[in-house]
Antibody
Framework: EVQLVESGGGLVQPGRSLRLSCAGSGFTFDDYDMHWVRQVPGKGLEWVSGITWNGGTIDYADSVKGRFTISRDNAKNSLYLQINSLRAEDTAFYYC?????????????WGQGTMVTVSS | DIQMTQSPSSVSASVGDRVTISCRASQGITNWLAWYQQKPGKAPKLLIYAASTLQSGVPSRFSGSGSGTDFTLTISSLHPEDFATYYCQQVIRFPWTFGRGTKVEIK
């Protein structure tokens, strides 16, 4: 079964750091570009960051540039998001998603999400 | 950035109704557009990619059309399980922006 499973979320104080992980299984992980998308509870989807299959190209939303770092370890079938200097507005569900050339770069597989709450 | 404007923000409909959701891009994106369905407490699910291609396993009552800046998602006959929020997304240029969503509610 093709699956993405996020972990690493939790309650964090403002200014602290957090590292989210996303484990892929059931597919050849390094065949795919990967992305992070976040969603404030009750609100819409916000694309956060994306990384190509080999890590050669990375991009970020302006709202997180300079504080978030995306990375991947294809040997471990894993995607990561390092979040520094956390702010209250970073409180959201964070989803990892697989980007498929076969679906013209749409996100065809999503994880279940991990919740990040930034509060003192 | 490319802005994606969805309308309406919500629609009330009954089982069996035909529902149409619009998505407009602030600049031309040819057919680099996807539609997603999200139910409460769940991750989004890909319905349509390349503006009009149905993702495998998605019922044929869902269809997408459009090119350039104007796109439409149509549910031909609403089923009970279709009550959800729908999002469009452009995937032609970073940052890959989503529309604000359209909530399909039970009338």
């Amino acid at each position: 079964e093709v699956q993405l499973v996020e972990s690493g979320g939790g309650l964090v104080q403002p200014g602290r750091s957090l590292r989210l992980s996303c484990a892929g299984s059931g597919f050849t992980f390094d065949d795919y570009d990967m992305h992070w998308v976040r969603q404030v509870p009750g609100k819409g989807l916000e694309w956060v960051s994306g990384i190509t299959w080999n890590g050669g190209t990375i991009d970020y939303a302006d709202s997180v540039k300079g504080r978030f770092t995306i990375s991947r370890d294809n040997a471990k079938n894993s995607l990561y998001l390092q979040i520094n200097s956390l702010r209250a507005e970073d409180t959201a569900f964070y989803y990892c998603a697989r980007c498929s050339i076969r679906s013209k770069d749409a996100f065809d597989v999503w994880g279940q999400g991990t919740m990040v709450t930034v509060s003192s | 950035d490319i802005q994606m404007t969805q309308s309406p923000s919500s629609v009330s409909a009954s089982v069996g109704d035909r529902v149409t959701i619009s998505c407009r891009a602030s600049q031309g994106i040819t057919n680099w557009l996807a539609w997603y369905q999200q139910k409460p407490g769940k991750a989004p699910k890909l319905l349509i990619y390349a503006a009009s291609t149905l993702q495998s396993g998605v019922p044929s009552r869902f269809s997408g059309s459009g090119s350039g800046t104007d796109f439409t998602l149509t549910i031909s006959s609403l089923h009970p399980e279709d009550f959800a929020t729908y999002y469009c997304q452009q995937v032609i240029r970073f940052p890959w922006t989503f529309g604000r969503g359209t909530k399909v509610e039970i009338k």
